[in-house]
């Protein structure tokens, strides 16, 4: 695909920057009051469904929404993920049973397995090549602001509101994020009208073999987040820290100042050479966050996980680009979000399974996650990789 190359930080880069941001902090805002509200509902057993749930649909749903990226265009993708996520917010304060809020758990990850695939996608089509790792280094900065700072933000607005004012909130900050993007033009040059057909998914449509790489490294290393987002807001009470969101600043702060520059070293230095010194930097903030029994050490480890995480994102997201085909580029970043949401997904089923409310065991859950980290680190150390696809 060959579209006019725009200048590295146009208007419709930031505005993609903010709406990434805004959908990201709705439905991240309400991750830390979902354990006790379902608990309240008598689910307090289902806690690792709460992310497993909502991160096992998105996989699903991303060789779908990589297809149509590739088909309908990147626009219309981004519209209905984030026409889901307003919707599901709107239906909390509607539900009674542990089913019902599972079924919708369920039903609200189909907002992150389509929304990102196509700002992803369009993303690639409007930065240059040489610009390309710091610019999605900024653009994975503002989601990673909104996955940070929702659970900030949420943790101290319930504290202050009621919890369905907690929902209404989020489902207008996704009304917000589609409100942004209303004038962006459609990058996809030949665009199909959508047909039911296109929702029929050959095999060799699920994955991008050209990306395996960078899928292996964010499976492994995304199990961090699943347990991170399982068992730190009940980690955070038993540390006596009253806002459980507090983990996710420190977290945010510390991204915020690695992210740009990481972008910029992977264009210089290469995507593996920094991949081997962020895995590294996960596996020792995961192994900290299990030693840690003050609110210092947890902060720290927040601190240093944010660091790892920072430089760990956008440069796979950079190096999933560069081994795509151009015309192939929703399928592979798909690919790769398939990979986060597995491994987001596992982390969060594994970390409630090894957790099960029993506070000394949530060590073990950072450590488990510690080791993946490491498998990850010894993979890109020893591994050979192929060359840059050139457009």
Not at 35 to 50: D, M, N, Q, V
Not at 113 to 141: H, Q
Not at 173 to 198: C, Y
Not at 367 to 381: P, Q, S
Request: proline share 5%; charged share 10%; with cysteine.
């Amino acid at each position: 695909m060959n579209t006019p190359a725009s200048p590295t930080y146009s208007f419709r880069f930031w505005m993609l920057c903010l709406s990434s941001f805004l959908f990201s902090a709705s439905f991240n805002m309400i991750i830390p009051e979902l354990p006790s509200f379902l608990t309240r509902l008598g689910g307090a057993e289902y806690k690792g469904f709460i992310i497993g749930l909502f991160t096992l649909t998105a996989g699903l749903s991303r060789p779908f929404s990589g297809k149509l990226t590739d088909t309908i265009g990147r626009l219309p993708v981004m519209y209905f993920g984030v026409a889901v996520c307003i919707l599901c917010s709107l239906l909390y304060p509607l539900l009674t049973t542990v089913f019902a809020f599972l079924l919708l758990r369920l039903i609200h990850g189909f907002s992150t397995g389509f929304t990102p695939t196509g700002e992803s996608a369009y993303i690639a089509d409007i930065v240059p090549l040489e610009r390309r790792g710091a610019a999605i280094g900024i653009f994975g900065l503002a989601g990673s602001l909104g996955l940070a700072a929702g659970p900030a933000i949420g943790g101290e607005f319930s504290r202050h509101f009621s919890l369905n004012a907690l929902f209404y909130s989020s489902s207008a900050m996704a009304l917000l994020s589609i409100l942004v993007l209303v004038n962006l033009k459609e990058t996809l040059p030949n665009k199909q009208r959508f047909r039911l057909g296109l929702l029929r998914i050959r095999r060799d449509e699920i994955f991008e073999p050209l990306v395996i790489p960078p899928f292996i490294v964010m499976l492994l290393t995304l199990f961090c987040y699943g347990a991170v987002l399982t068992v730190t807001p009940d980690f955070s009470q038993h540390l006596g820290i009253q806002n459980k969101g507090l983990f996710f600043t420190f977290y945010t702060v510390a991204s915020v100042g690695v992210r740009f520059l990481a972008g910029r070293a992977s264009d210089h230095y290469g995507r593996v050479t920094v991949l081997r010194v962020s895995t590294l930097i996960m596996a020792v903030s995961m192994v900290a966050l299990g030693l840690a029994q003050t609110k210092a050490m947890f902060l720290g480890a927040a601190v240093l996980y944010g660091i790892g995480t920072g430089m760990n994102s956008p440069t796979l997201y950079a190096w999933a680009i560069d081994l795509s085909h151009p015309e192939r580029r929703g399928r592979a970043m798909a690919t790769v979000y398939i990979a986060l949401e597995a491994g987001i997904g596992i982390g969060a089923f594994a970390a409630g399974w090894i957790y099960g409310n029993r506070i000394p065991f949530i060590p073990f859950v950072f450590w488990g996650a510690a080791a993946l980290c490491l498998l990850a680190f010894l993979y890109v150390v020893v591994g050979k990789f192929p060359k840059r696809v050139e457009a």
